[in-house]
């Protein structure tokens, strides 16, 4: 059927430096590159790239048309991108010599979304389509409880993680997705354990040691994929778009555990985020070279 994000679009600015700027200093950047991330970008291009029917729902500013019009190349459909007044999120990466990064992120049009277009959109989607969410933008719970009321799926990644925003959205999410770390700070705050979340479905990647799923009383695990790691920027997305959709393209769980680790799998071997997530012929040329 059909998936909507509700995501983050921001501009990924990353600076080569020397070493972190001090206060007061004035530091010469070696290199420059501009790139899409956001992790709700990022979910939405994994999802597409998967082969699932697309729609991101975001905002850009004045100058993130290019943005917008880099999302529809990679397959997203961007009928639900707003355009508005406030600037385009955006993120300043600074990375230093041993590859540590410090990030100022501006949320701009991420959180300055209109919930009547948020409406407007999910209003297109019912029974059998999916929401997909993270905590990068404004009205989380609002559109978890729209969703929920058309019939629809939502998916909910709680990252990065903010307990308020989890119990917020949490009593509308037929999915949750997290990785180890997000998993731990969820338990210790819930006071829970994993098997007790009030919550048909949970997913929970491990990094290199793999993923689980639970959901109808079972578990069910896929190991990770050896492979050189070059960047592991939007592992996390590429994994959760992937899954979602091939559960919306009706594949079994553990199809799509296997499809969306070798989405990954595939991702940590290039640098950057959104523009380099595999595509689904990539993927099966990845699995055919490792079966
Ligand atoms: N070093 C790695 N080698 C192979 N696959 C990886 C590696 N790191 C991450 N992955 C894949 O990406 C998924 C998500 O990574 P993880 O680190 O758990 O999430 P996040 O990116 O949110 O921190 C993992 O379940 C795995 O499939
Ligand atoms: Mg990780």
């Known amino acids: 059927m059909t998936l909507f994000n509700l995501g983050s679009i921001n501009a990924d600015h990353v600076y080569q430096v020397p070493h972190f700027p001090s206060p007061g200093e004035t530091l010469a950047a070696t290199e420059f590159a501009v790139g899409l991330g956001g992790k709700g970008t990022n979910q939405s291009v994994a999802a597409a790239r998967a082969g699932a029917k697309t729609y991101h729902i975001g905002a850009v500013g004045p100058e993130g048309v290019w943005a917008r019009d880099k999302l529809e190349e990679l397959g997203v459909d961007v009928t639900h991108v707003s355009q508005i007044e406030t600037p385009t999120g955006h993120a300043i990466i600074n990375v230093d010599k041993q590859g540590e990064n410090s990030i100022v992120l501006f949320p701009g049009a991420n959180f300055a979304m209109e919930q009547a277009d948020i409406a407007r959109a999910l209003d297109q989607g019912g029974e059998g389509d999916t929401l997909l969410l993270q905590n990068e933008t404004a009205h989380q719970a609002f559109a978890a409880k729209y969703a929920r009321n058309r019939g629809m799926q939502v998916i909910y990644s709680a990252a990065p993680f903010s307990i308020e925003a989890v119990r917020e959205v949490l009593p509308f999410v037929t999915m949750l997705a997290m990785n180890q ?43 990770s994929f050896k492979v050189s790691v070059v960047d592991t920027t939007a592992a996390g997305d590429t994994f959760a778009g992937y899954f979602a959709a091939m559960r919306d393209l009706g594949e079994e769980v553990q199809t799509a555990l296997k499809l969306a680790s070798a989405a990954a799998a595939v991702k940590v071997t290039r640098a950057g985020a959104a523009e380099v997530i595999p595509s689904r012929e990539e993927v099966d040329a990845f699995l055919s070279r490792r079966a």
């Open 181 to 223: 770390i997000e998993c731990e700070q969820l338990c210790a705050a819930l006071e829970t354990d994993i098997e007790r979340l009030d919550v048909s479905e949970t997913l929970v990647t491990y990094g290199a040691e793999g993923a689980e799923w639970r959901g109808d009383g079972t578990v069910r695990r896929v190991d």
